[in-house]
């Protein structure tokens, strides 16, 4: 445990070193938001591994890192500015309170100079213009225009879209002029784009906002039960969406979207309404890029849509792929985001349990081998040295810096930029030993194939239940809606959301016990057959009975029409449900405790293969 | 395809009637947005004498991304690469909206006054250019001799 403590430690203060960070600083920055954000400190779910983290949504982390900073500049140390140019320079010392204290005393001209501010005058940006002609568009005419101090005007409707675009870089924006340094500041962008198009009517641009707000907002806080499970075929349709967590994590965290029907309090309609700033595109994708470049302290939850981040308060040892695999499963970082979506944080991918770490990750790229997605990733990206995003390049320069991490790299030999300063040409070895390597794996992979098939069939058919459990759930919760209904109009004695709150619980144990099931078998595929490994399938085989059972009892529910008997069913088959969810999670985690205690004995061996 | 914007049929105007000295553009006639260009190379380059050929293709978002040019004649430029891809910045990161074709396709003739091996595209070039100048600017020269000169060119 100490030397654990240790590393923590030493790798904590060498990040804070790498971004200019003072504990001290840290400390009072990255507090919990005092505004009541669901961020209290949990821990992990995995119940053998230690790890406290934090937990809230997108806006929380640009109100806490962000805006709190700029506030706190502004009533500590710099009160003639306003938070919005405060904003600014600290996007242009990359959020850092310090570094923007000391260059503002340091020369303030220059540093004012650098970020692109200027003195408040009082400017009219957006003013009509009599025979304009946008050297952007070339439209002439009597048009809206805007400007920034530096009088250099250009109509409105192109700076919209070109603070649209400019912002995904997640940069200061800056006036269009080629030489022109000004920044725009964020509420003039959030003025920008909710402001109206020509020739469009305010009620008709108030409702596409509010469709937009609804949009945006879907995936957030759906306090309408009415609204939650109709939305069930979009949110389908968005399965198709490229998501980097290809093989699972798609189908398992839409499932849980059924959680959030009766229990969701966000907490985020007041910070929409209280702070226009959080409205700024360029400020969300700055704090993306915020969260991406912090990946050993942060990360975004992997589900499809949700919003939220989590904060490490312990410090995870990444494992490296060269050190020894880490078999241990208490070293399995699993976290939950405030939407109770577990994921593992080592692998920012779905809970794996059984599996550890490495198996989890070696699985995966198992079972993508065979598409043609990954074959073609293969082929021509490459993953960053730093984050392991996959980069493609298109063209330009073999200086890469990756999007994400913001990493700066050379393509050929993938080590830091900075040591290519005057050598480049130097990277160009070739390395017999890797050639081979990668040729000895391809043979090996064939052999396992037959092999690899048997588990995969099984994990798969978990996956594809609990698309199927997922559809069955939303059958009877529509049943249940329009009873519901029904009866709010005839009689008071119906059904409330709390009598079937176990329906949402005992379908959570369900998916969490089909999912341990599924990496049971990536688990059981990587395993030596011994006597151990044969108890282990025998646990496996109980708790796959359990879930086909608790899995049965909802099927049975579905088949029933919505009338007055079906609250005595309901009724009547609650206990049954209460208890088979209990089991289920009890045989789910026996079998995490029989893999977890056969590691460490070393009874359960895992193949050497690849 | 939907209509030409105004902005591109202008520019198309303006390089037509009021041409930039030793480039030209071309729109070609089954797309507006493809461009047939040559540009002189720079009399005090190892390029001097040459004509390059270059196409130039103005994407959908046009002009809030940057033009996409290529080089069509090969040429031996350490920011240039043998597929005929140009390292510039213009054409990257500082692409502002603001800028023309006309302007992007003079950053492009002064880069080839101006060759940058500190930034390389094309390494093996880069890494010529670095341990000996004097050959790799004679290598230009031979290449713009061979590929670029108007009258070898016609063949």
């Known amino acids: ?610 | 395809m939907a209509a030409l914007p105004k902005r591109i049929i202008k520019e198309t105007q303006r390089l037509v009637s009021d041409p930039v000295p030793g480039i030209t553009a071309t729109p070609s006639e089954e797309n507006l947005r493809y461009f047939q260009v040559t540009i002189d190379g720079p009399s005090s380059s190892p390029y001097a004498k040459g004509r390059f050929d270059l196409e130039l293709f103005l994407p959908d978002d046009y002009p809030m991304c940057a033009p996409k040019v290529r080089f069509l004649t090969k040429i031996y430029h350490p920011n240039i690469d043998k597929l005929g891809r140009i390292c510039l910045d213009v054409l990257k990161d500082n692409w502002s909206p603001a800028l023309q074709i006309r302007t992007i396709l003079l950053s492009i003739q002064a880069l080839l006054g101006a060759p940058n091996p500190d930034d390389p595209l094309a390494n093996d070039v880069a890494v010529d250019w670095k341990s000996d100048e004097a050959k790799a600017i004679a290598t230009a020269k031979e290449w713009t001799e061979k590929y670029a000169v108007p009258s070898t060119d016609s063949s």
Request: proline share 4%.
């Open chain 1, 1 to 610: 445990m100490s030397d654990e403590y240790d590393s923590y430690e030493s790798d904590l203060s060498f990040e804070f070193e790498e971004e200019g960070y003072s504990s001290e600083e840290t400390e009072s920055q990255d507090s919990p938001g005092s505004n009541g954000s669901p961020a209290s400190e949990s821990t992990s779910p995995n119940a053998l591994c230690k790890l406290t983290y934090r937990s809230f949504p997108m806006l929380s982390f640009i109100e806490e890192n962000f805006i709190a900073k700029a506030q706190d500049l502004r009533s500590l140390f710099l009160p003639d500015f306003s938070v919005d140019q405060l904003l600014i320079m600290l996007q242009y010392k990359n959020w850092l309170k310090l570094e923007v204290l000391s260059d503002y005393y340091d020369n303030w001209p220059k540093f004012r100079e650098a970020c692109g501010l200027c003195e408040e005058s009082g400017h009219e940006r957006f003013k009509t213009v009599k025979d304009f002609m946008c050297p952007v568009c070339c439209e002439s005419g009597d048009l809206q225009v805007f400007s920034l101090q530096c009088n250099h005007e250009y109509c409105s409707t192109c700076y919209r879209t070109y603070v649209e675009t400019t912002a995904l870089h997640g940069a200061i924006v800056r006036c269009i002029e080629p030489l022109c340094n000004l920044a725009v500041l964020h509420l003039d962008i959030v003025s920008l784009i909710n402001m109206l198009p020509t020739g469009v009517s305010l009620t008709e641009e108030l409702q596409k906002l509010d469709l937009k707000k609804n949009d945006e907002t879907d995936g957030d806080e759906k306090e309408d039960s009415d609204t939650d499970l109709l939305s069930l075929e979009s949110s389908e349709t968005n399965r198709n969406d490229p998501s980097p967590f290809h093989v699972t994590a798609d189908l398992y965290f839409d499932v849980f979207d059924f959680s959030k029907t009766l229990t969701s309090t966000d907490g985020l309609d007041h910070l929409n309404d209280v702070n226009p700033l959080l409205n700024s595109p360029a400020l969300l994708q700055a704090a993306r890029i915020s969260v991406d470049s912090r990946f050993k302290k942060f990360s975004w939850c992997p589900a499809l849509d949700c919003p939220s981040v989590v904060q490490l308060e312990t410090f995870v040892n990444k494992t490296d792929s060269n050190q020894k695999q880490e078999s241990r499963l208490s070293k399995v970082p699993i976290v939950a985001c405030f939407k109770s979506h577990e994921f593992c944080f080592n692998c920012r991918f779905e809970n794996h349990l059984p599996s550890p770490c490495w198996l989890a990750e070696k699985w995966i790229k198992k079972c993508s081998d065979d598409s043609e997605t990954l074959n073609w990733l293969q082929a021509h990206t490459q993953g960053c040295p730093e984050c392991l995003a996959l980069i493609e390049k298109n063209g330009g320069c073999n200086h890469v810096v990756c999007r994400k991490c913001q990493y700066e790299f050379c393509w050929i030999c993938f080590g830091p930029w900075s040591e290519h300063k005057s050598s480049f040409w130097q990277c160009n070895r070739f390395v017999p030993e890797e050639v081979k390597e990668t040729e000895l794996n391809k043979s090996k992979h064939l052999l396992s194939l037959s092999r690899y098939l048997h588990y995969y069939q099984r994990f798969a058919a978990h996956q594809i239940s609990m698309a199927g459990d997922y559809k069955t759930l939303g059958t009877i919760h529509a049943h249940m809606l329009n009873y519901m209904k029904y009866t709010s109009f005839t009689e008071r004695n119906s059904i409330s959301w709390n009598d079937i709150q176990y329906l949402s619980d005992s379908y959570k144990g369900l998916c969490a016990g089909r999912k341990t099931l599924m990496w049971s078998y990536a688990f059981a595929f990587y395993l030596c057959p011994n006597n151990f490994s044969t108890i282990f399938e025998s646990m496996q085989d109980f708790l796959n009975d359990t879930v086909e059972k608790l899995s049965q009892l909802l099927e049975q529910l579905k088949l029933m029409q919505p009338s007055k008997t079906l609250r005595v069913l309901i009724a009547n088959k609650r206990e049954k449900f209460v208890e088979l969810t209990a089991l289920v999670l009890q045989r789910r985690r026996m079998l995490i405790d029989c893999a977890n205690s056969g590691i460490e004995k070393g009874d359960l061996v895992f193949l050497q293969t690849s």
